[in-house]
């Protein structure tokens, strides 16, 4: 009994490690291929290895875009989405789990039906509303209309049914107005939902494609999966060495953030509350 035991684990282990390899092997194959040159690409598609180290393809990369204006466009637009998202998920979810109103449930199961809402369902009346607001081609264009989230209401809530209502009533004696309390009292205890909640929305909204490209015209404004898309139109052909390096310029600021919140995410996902 205790081999079989010590060989479960094991087992486990391998079939995770063998999963998380497949998933790595495409960003893996990418990154490869952004440092081999065209004929190489050409000659030997599928061959991972390139003969040589050649970064070429990233001075193409910045040459071609200007990669600096579309990636702060880009973490401006998703950082401004998450910061707002943040602000009214928590008065959000509070009303949802410790306030006591006629059709609370009602109002939770709205909220759950706007999780299966894709967004480009409401592109058109979103439009016809910003365009004579004049907010087409605006940063205003790509954030208002995301400015409040039905998955965040619904992380912080689960968050805030773990939090004991005596802390709640103890706040409520102590004289707290209610805005004290969901900012400076229950913000902080569910602070890994929050950056759990962060990281979801920056990655969704950094990595939009559509949104900003129905929204936008005008370069100065324009995000960098746009730009990205741009490297494969130019040329003759599609020289995939650049492409692949301006989607590893792309993806290593989402990259080097879920380094920095990953435990966070952990204890967001762990939290439990009843549905």
């Known amino acids: 009994m205790s081999g079989r035991r010590r060989l479960r684990p094991a087992l ?3 079939a995770l490690g063998a999963l998380a390899l497949l998933w790595l092997g495409p960003y893996a194959w990418m990154a490869l291929t952004s440092l081999k040159t065209l004929p ?6 599928a061959y991972p290895l390139p003969r040589a180290l050649d ?5 193409e990369v910045f040459r071609a875009i200007d990669v600096g204006r579309y990636l702060l466009n880009t973490v401006v637009m998703a950082t401004a989405i998450a910061a707002i998202q943040i602000a009214l998920a928590l008065p959000a979810g509070y009303a949802l789990a410790k306030l006591r109103f006629a059709g609370r449930k009602a109002a939770f199961g709205l909220v759950l039906a706007c999780l299966i809402i894709p967004a480009q369902v409401t592109f058109v009346p979103v439009f016809t509303m ?5 907010l087409v081609n605006t940063m205003s ?3 208002l209309p995301f400015a409040v989230s039905a998955f965040g209401t ?5 968050a805030m049914l773990a939090v004991p209502d005596e802390i709640v009533e103890a706040a409520r004696l102590d004289g707290a107005s209610e805005l004290y309390i969901v900012y400076r009292i229950l913000g902080p205890m569910v602070r890994p939902t929050l950056a759990a909640l962060f990281l979801f929305s ?3 909204h950094y990595s939009d494609y559509f949104w900003p490209l129905m929204m936008t015209t005008d370069d100065r404004i324009r995000t960098i999966p746009l730009g990205v898309a741009l490297l494969r139109e130019q040329g003759t052909g599609v020289r995939w060495h650049i492409v692949m390096a301006g989607n590893v310029v792309l993806s290593a600021p989402i990259l080097a953030l879920f380094a920095l919140v990953q435990r966070r995410i952990v ?3 762990t939290a439990r509350g009843p549905i």
């Open 55 to 59: 970064l070429g393809a990233y001075r």
């Open 267 to 269: 204890q967001a996902v």
């Open 40 to 45: 190489e690409v050409v000659s030997a598609p």
């Open 202 to 204: 920056f990655v969704f």
């Open 12 to 14: 486990a282990s391998a």
């Open 154 to 158: 619904f992380l912080v809530r689960q």
């Open 141 to 143: 264009a790509l954030v």
């Open 130 to 134: 910003l365009g004579p607001l004049g």
